[in-house]
């Protein structure tokens, strides 16, 4: 049998190869600069006395294993945990959540470029009605309703909404870590531990006003584990897990991955737990054809429409803008080892102390738990497509993490003693292989270079961020940068242009060169709105309805909070004369944009279609505010104010029609016969 000395040495040869490894791979980017490790390449946006910190802190992390110098440190360690992490310290975890409020604003993050940060941010603070995404309707709310109150307008009410809420969410999650890990661990040191682990983890950034909607969901989710171990062992009943998972599903839908984790807490104990032992087999035949019927609809709606298949990984063949990309190609499997780098920094050190330990029965329920939690990140994490890059698109898959990091703490724990001399060590070492991340994305020079670097990365699908990036510089006054930026998109996407082209060669008469200019761009890029619109203005122009309208309703599908393609859509149902369904797609154009042109055109032309001439000259007097030269317009103020009996208003339109010297014909025609009625 192996003593502990020889146990200790045997896990310390083991160990410093690990570490130096995990260390060391962080100097990889300097060369090969451009290479894929977007989790690690930190350091090359820093400043070089940056640099030697690090090697001088890694050096000191990997000095702690040695045993006369951990021995010392693990006693100073156990100290501030007896100070901080013993049970019953709860008012002292309630005033280190609080304290953390001012840490997290004061160094919250200087610009929102990473992810679709400014995107968000315009879609509170703008002068257009908030867009209440589907998927993540909740976070979108409490976004809002903060928002409301703030006295600020325009693109700082959007920042200061989100920072709030940033902030807020990290000072709660803090609060629940700390009380995960006085769940997970036995003595203060391994609770201690745990809180560094929890900390020293790229999702903390979320919390540093960071402009997202996932940063909300984070007390929810961190709570429903925390009280999900608490009603395994018999602390809380199982209404507690149940509510926070419930408002996590209200807030974001990527709730939905975590699910498969509620039913093993269902059957962990009490009523659940009695019916699953009675009804075993039937629960688990009606689990498998659930499953079987929920494949089936998957498949069948992932291969009928394009706005569900969107958003997921092609399994074998990748798209067209990203052909070597899919499922278990090996970018997407290096993106993924990224992501553990950023979210556990220590992941391959935590994982072999894991394995090295065993299962004991009384733990199983809660590892089940965990199990099935993590195995839903897992899911989300290989199926989902990060469709601007998983280097921006990383705070989307941050709670993946979570589950797995729970899991082997656990693990760990459960074996004994044996992990505690490496403690200090293995904090220092996640400590500093985790900052530079932190370091360069809340400085302002090295989060821009950051963005840049990704944006440059996976340029296929850098398009959004570009100008999200142009419309930033423009922002602050910088023209030049945003003038180049403009330069170089038109460099990487010359078919940009292409949707324009074919609509002027249509317009022209040229359908044929139209159609195969709009394929070409559909081959390329087969889920753009845009050119599925474009697509449905040229059936349009060639009077094939039904195709125009297959189309555009396509668009819609893709884009349907955009308000250009639901009127657009809504003037091919004019066309068609289905003023029913026009009138809907000009509704629903309307709640993203109460003023938009051609939005109030079709609402004019509809009702007064329609014959509901009150609201034909509502919207008509709303449309002569916003485009005063539109003719058309006035004719149909004044064909509804008579229709009303309102003489004056009536007089006054038709004439006002008339002085704009419209061309003769039937409106010019009808004009004069209701001025002259009306004399």
């Avoid at 297959?550 to 884009?559: F, G, I, K, W």
Wanted: with cysteine; charged share 15%; aromatic share 14%.
């Amino acid at each position: 049998m192996i003593n502990t000395r020889e146990s200790f040495q045997a896990r310390n040869q083991i160990l410093y190869p690990i570490l130096i490894l995990l260390w060391s791979i962080h100097f990889l980017p300097f060369l090969w600069p451009d290479a894929r490790l977007w989790g690690i390449n930190h350091l090359l946006f820093l400043e070089p006395y940056f640099t030697i910190i690090f090697v001088v802190v890694g050096i000191i992390g990997l000095v702690l294993l040695i045993p006369s110098m951990g021995r010392r440190v693990v006693v100073w360690f156990e100290r501030v945990a007896g100070a901080t992490m013993e049970s019953g310290c709860e008012i002292r975890w309630l005033l280190i959540a609080v304290m953390s409020i001012p840490i997290f604003w004061f160094l919250r993050m200087p610009t929102n470029l990473l992810g679709d940060g400014y995107t968000v941010i315009n879609n509170i603070g703008n002068d257009l009605p908030v867009i209440f995404k589907w998927s993540e309707i909740g976070a979108i709310w409490v976004v809002h309703l903060v928002s409301q109150i703030l006295p600020w307008g325009g693109l700082e009410q959007g920042e200061y909404a989100f920072a709030i809420v940033s902030v807020l969410s990290g000072s709660v999650t803090l609060l629940v870590f700390l009380f995960l890990a006085n769940e997970i661990g036995r003595t203060p040191i391994e609770r201690l531990f745990a809180v560094c682990m929890f900390i020293c983890s790229g999702w903390m950034l979320l919390f540093f006003g960071y402009a997202e909607n996932y940063p909300i969901l984070w007390p929810f989710m961190t709570g429903y584990i925390l009280f999900s171990i608490q009603y395994i062992k018999g602390k809380k009943n199982l209404l507690w897990p149940t509510v926070m998972l419930a408002i996590a599903l209200i807030l974001h839908l990527q709730t939905l991955f975590f699910l498969v984790s509620y039913p093993v807490l269902l059957f962990s104990r009490g009523t659940g737990k009695r019916l699953y032992r009675r009804y075993r087999w039937l629960i688990w035949s009606g689990a498998g054809i659930l499953l079987t019927v929920a494949m089936i609809l998957f498949i069948k709606k992932y291969n009928q429409q394009l706005e569900f298949q969107m958003h997921f990984l092609p399994l074998i063949t990748g798209r067209p803008l990203t052909p070597n990309y899919t499922i278990f190609s090996f970018q997407h499997l290096v993106d993924i080892i990224n992501e553990l780098s950023l979210l556990i920094p220590l992941w391959p050190v935590l994982v072999y102390f894991g394995v090295q330990c065993k299962i004991k029965g009384s733990l199983n329920k809660i590892n089940g738990f965990l199990m099935a939690f993590g195995l839903g990140g897992l899911c989300f994490l290989f199926i989902i497509d990060p469709r601007i890059g998983m280097g921006r698109d990383w705070d989307m898959f941050a709670l993946t993490g979570l589950g797995p990091l729970i899991l082997v703490l656990r693990q760990i724990y459960s074996d004994g003693d044996r992990i505690r001399r490496f403690i200090p060590a293995l904090t220092v070492m996640s400590l500093i292989l985790i900052l530079p991340f932190f370091i360069t994305n809340l400085s302002y020079s090295s989060s821009l270079e950051y963005v840049k670097w990704n944006l440059r990365l996976d340029q296929p699908l850098s398009k959004a961020g570009i100008v999200m990036l142009q419309n930033y510089y423009l922002n602050i006054g910088n023209t030049k940068a945003s003038d180049s930026l403009v330069q170089r998109s038109n460099e990487l996407f010359p078919d940009d242009n292409w949707d324009e082209s074919a609509l002027a060669l249509a317009q022209s008469g040229d359908y044929v060169q139209a159609m195969a200019l709009v394929e070409s761009k559909l081959k390329k890029d087969p889920y753009s709105p845009k050119t599925f619109n474009v697509r449905g203005q040229i059936y349009n122009l060639m009077g094939h309805y039904n195709n125009a309208i297959s189309d555009m309703e396509q668009a819609v599908r893709l884009a349907p909070d955009n308000h250009v393609f639901l009127s657009e859509l809504a003037k091919i149902y004019q066309y068609a004369g289905q003023y029913e369904r026009m009138m809907e797609a000009l509704r629903r154009a309307q709640r993203y944009d109460l003023n938009y042109n051609m939005m109030l055109r079709g609402m004019t032309m509809g009702f007064y279609a329609l014959k509901q001439y009150d609201s034909a000259f509502v919207y008509a007097g709303k449309l002569v505010q916003i485009e005063p030269t539109y003719k058309t317009a006035y004719l149909v103020a004044g064909a509804s104010a008579a229709k009303l009996g309102l003489r004056s208003q009536t007089i006054k339109l038709l004439n006002r029609y008339l002085e704009m010297n419209p061309p003769d014909g039937p409106e010019k025609s009808t004009a004069l016969n209701l001025l002259q009625q009306m004399q």
